[in-house]
């Protein structure tokens, strides 16, 4: 497949989570396909972390713009009469916010599809059904863009206006059969007819062992690695307390957790430096900020146990990762984690916001070591058959060029 090409837009890259994203544009390559980049602005400084990071920025196209001039070229011929019914059909706080985000995504979509029309791309696609999706939307209607999007997480999360955003798409990708199964409730006929479904996935080449993995020795210190933005949702605070048990129970543990607050380090990542001191953990958690995909590895192959122990998750990179590196990995019985995870089998299991329940799992894996080397070969296995990155490639190539 040669000579073909579409807009990539990922909002806020590269930032710390984006590694998937870099993956898939891989891929895409790898098949003779230019995913051209766009995003709508730079992410905090504390947030670009990747080896990659200033290769990507070099080649990526920003669209937030302040210039009048765009504005005033795109209003004429925006779908006003479509607007105005999205915005007649939400309350008033969110019909004013959807008609604030229009005016703030115009300019935007000017410029993307400006931007477009001189390269000859006729389809972007966006990774997100928020303002990304409505700059996208905009350009479609007022010159003729096709276009696509996909749902990483609750539509909720995602902002006003959805089914302005969903109803000229060409596709929608959704990340698990739960988020898809919500959809039809949510949006009615202004779903399209094409909802592919296409996990989140990973680069198991990269992310391998070139070691066996050493299972915890019962009595030692447990070895836990976590990663995951510094937001409540993700659950540390839950992680620290039950490190706190397991020590009061007279199980060691050394905690690390990679990930960074929106904020670049002066939001959440605040609450939970002093939670760490009130719980006494000072010599037990350590916060390592944003890191390197390559440093994530080798974190992970250092560990005995990688946790994530989010309030709720649509699916979760993190635990792929940790699964193709052969790390027994821990999460929560929430979103659509139990669509990754078999517990007992490929992973483990625990309630979300319990503490308790968390320890509890830990202790028992740590003082199994048949488990722990188990559940770790069985993970890499689950990961490798049905989550590896190429996929989602394969999927937007077969969506935006249809046989």
Request: a neutral charge; glycine letters at 8%; aromatic letters at 6%.
């Amino acid at each position: 497949m040669t000579n073909k090409s579409f807009a990539y837009l990922v909002p806020q890259f590269p930032g710390q989570t984006h590694i998937f994203f870099w993956r898939e544009i891989a891929a895409l390559e790898a098949q003779g396909i230019t995913p051209v980049l766009y995003s709508t602005t730079i992410p905090p400084q504390g947030l670009i972390s990747h080896r990659w990071s200033q290769e990507a920025m070099a080649r990526t196209t920003y669209l937030a713009s302040r210039n009048p001039a765009l504005l005033a070229r795109i209003l004429p011929r925006l779908p006003w009469g479509l607007i105005l019914k999205e915005a007649r059909r939400l309350p008033g706080r969110e019909a004013k916010t959807f008609l604030m985000d229009v005016m703030i995504s115009a300019p935007a979509a000017e410029k993307l599809a400006r931007d477009c029309a001189r390269r000859g791309i006729t389809h972007v696609h966006a990774h997100s059904c928020g303002r990304a999706a409505l700059i996208a939307a905009l350009a479609h209607h007022a010159y003729g863009l096709s276009y696509s999007l996909t749902l990483h997480g609750p539509l909720q999360d995602y902002g006003t206006g959805q089914r302005f955003k969903w109803r000229g798409a060409a596709f929608v990708s959704v990340i698990t059969r739960a988020l898809r199964d919500l959809l039809p409730g949510q949006l009615g006929d202004a779903l399209p007819q094409r909802l592919p479904l296409q996990p989140m996935g990973v680069d198991t080449s990269a992310f391998r062992r070139d070691t066996p993995y050493v299972p915890p020795v019962p009595g030692d210190p447990l070895r836990v690695f976590s990663c995951g933005r510094l937001n409540v949702v993700k659950g540390h605070q839950d992680l620290m307390q039950a490190a706190r048990i397991m020590i009061d129970r007279g199980q060691p543990v050394q905690l690390e957790i990679a990930g960074e607050d929106d904020a670049g380090g002066t939001g959440f990542r605040k609450d939970l430096e002093h939670r760490i001191v009130d719980l006494g953990l000072e010599e037990n958690v350590k916060l390592l900020g944003a890191i390197s995909a390559e440093a994530v590895q080798d974190k992970l192959k250092a560990a005995h146990v990688f946790v994530l122990a989010s309030w709720s998750e649509p699916l979760g990179v993190a635990y792929m990762e940790a699964m193709s590196c052969e790390v027994p990995t821990i999460g929560t019985n929430a979103g659509g984690v139990p669509e990754l995870i078999t517990s007992g089998e490929d992973g483990l299991l625990v309630p979300p916001k319990d503490p308790d329940a968390l320890a509890e799992t830990l202790m028992r894996l740590a003082a199994d070591p048949d488990m722990a080397k188990s559940i770790a070969q069985a993970g890499r296995a689950r990961v490798v058959a049905q989550f590896d990155s190429s996929r989602g490639a394969d999927m937007l190539a077969r969506e935006i060029w249809p046989s």
